[in-house]
């Protein structure tokens, strides 16, 4: 489906036909929660914070009163034990504690240091790099590059299988990428296979058109634990045909969507009703659980064209569109806590198989919906 010129997907949502949802007490919470939780101020955390209180789990900044958010041992440990995951590994080391924590990773090939000259404490025997896409350019398929603390001015390309960490664990690692170029996200993931950045912030501004985001994920399964995404000029994430896992990430002040996920590129015509919502339902889109999106210009997510993501359990507030914009998608949308956004918790265009009040049943939504 074609766009007017210099008209983003996400900037061109299309004609809706929106089903406001007023405020509503959640009903039941179904299915099962994947991991218990607990309600602490009105808003939806993890049981694992409140037994690891006082060990060290610490509120993400940006946080709302009241929320323990347990994004370090709590968030990550008790998702891991319930979804199953493949990054059990990280949970894990968070949760024994700092000295594990600050451990190097099996299979490391990298330390960066903001330095120039590679200098710091890198694990023994990792090559020293001055630069992280030098020391992605070099790792090996399925390597692991450890990043010191410090600002590094870059954009990367990740076309294969790598780990980009953090290193000490939660030490401060911002990437930051301004151009006046278009089509240049900070992070662009275009890899099949294990993907896993973790404990990294990331700073965008870009040429305001198309496929402007912080970070832009095309294809794969890629992992972001923990990490911390705002754009100047676009969205914070940009989902197109690819389903990655966000977890326990901070999402905020964009001057777009916090999150724009769109379906297969494939389908040019989302609105299709030959379309069969049955094949496209869990094909793209990914895991959204445990994150903190807020403070958006637009709407915190918005999930269109054939997308069928699963958000659960986020924090998803204080935006200036709607907080979760729902237009010709799928999905499962459960225990998510949407308040404070200026056009109302949420919208959903009738396309596919979903259930307005099935929605407002499974998630504390607070706020009218707007219409202009």
């Not at 972001?224 to 905020?252: F, K, N, T, Y």
Request: aromatic share 6%; hydrophobic share 40%; proline share 7%.
């Amino acid at each position: 489906m074609a766009l007017p010129m210099g008209c983003t997907r996400a900037a061109c949502p299309g004609p809706q036909a929106n089903t406001p949802l007023g405020v509503q007490e959640p009903r039941s919470r179904k299915p099962t929660p994947l991991y218990p939780t607990a309600v602490v101020g009105g808003s939806v955390a993890s049981a694992a914070a409140a037994l690891t209180k006082g060990a060290g789990a610490e509120a993400a900044p940006g946080t709302a009163p009241g929320l323990v958010m347990g994004r370090r041992a709590a968030l990550l440990g008790g998702m891991a034990a319930g979804l199953g995951l493949a990054w059990q590994d990280t949970a894990a080391r968070a949760a024994e504690g700092p000295a594990a924590a600050d451990a190097p990773a099996e299979g490391t090939f990298a330390y960066v240091s903001s330095g120039g000259s590679g200098e710091g404490a890198a694990p023994e025997g990792a090559r020293r790099f001055g630069s992280v896409a030098e020391a992605v350019e070099a790792c090996p398929e399925g390597g692991v590059v450890l990043v010191g603390p410090g600002r590094y001015r870059e954009r990367l390309v990740l076309t294969r299988p790598i780990s980009i960490r953090a290193w000490p664990k939660y030490a401060p690692v911002e990437l930051v990428w301004e151009t006046p170029q278009p089509y240049q996200s900070t992070l662009q993931l275009e890899a099949q296979g294990e993907v896993l950045l973790e404990g990294l912030t990331v700073r965008h501004s870009s040429k305001s058109v198309a496929n402007n985001y912080a970070v832009y994920i095309t294809a794969g399964t890629p992992r972001l634990v923990d990490c911390d995404v705002s754009s100047a000029s676009g969205a914070g994430v940009g989902v197109e045909g690819a389903s990655p896992q966000l977890l326990g990430c901070r999402i905020h002040d964009c001057a777009r969507q916090g999150m724009a996920i769109f379906g297969p590129a494939a389908l040019d015509d989302p609105l299709d009703r030959s379309t069969d919502p049955g094949f496209l339902y869990g094909s793209t889109g990914g895991v959204v659980q445990g994150c903190d999106i807020y403070g958006n210009a637009l709407d915190g997510v918005l999930v269109r064209s054939g997308a069928s993501p699963d958000l659960l359990e986020n924090l998803i507030h204080d935006n200036k569109g709607v907080g979760v914009n729902l237009q010709d998608c799928a999905g499962r949308y459960e225990r998510n806590d949407v308040y404070g956004n200026a056009r109302g918790a949420v919208s959903v265009t009738a396309a596919f198989e979903l259930d307005a009040g099935e929605i407002a049943g499974s998630n504390s939504l607070k706020g009218l919906f707007w219409k202009p």
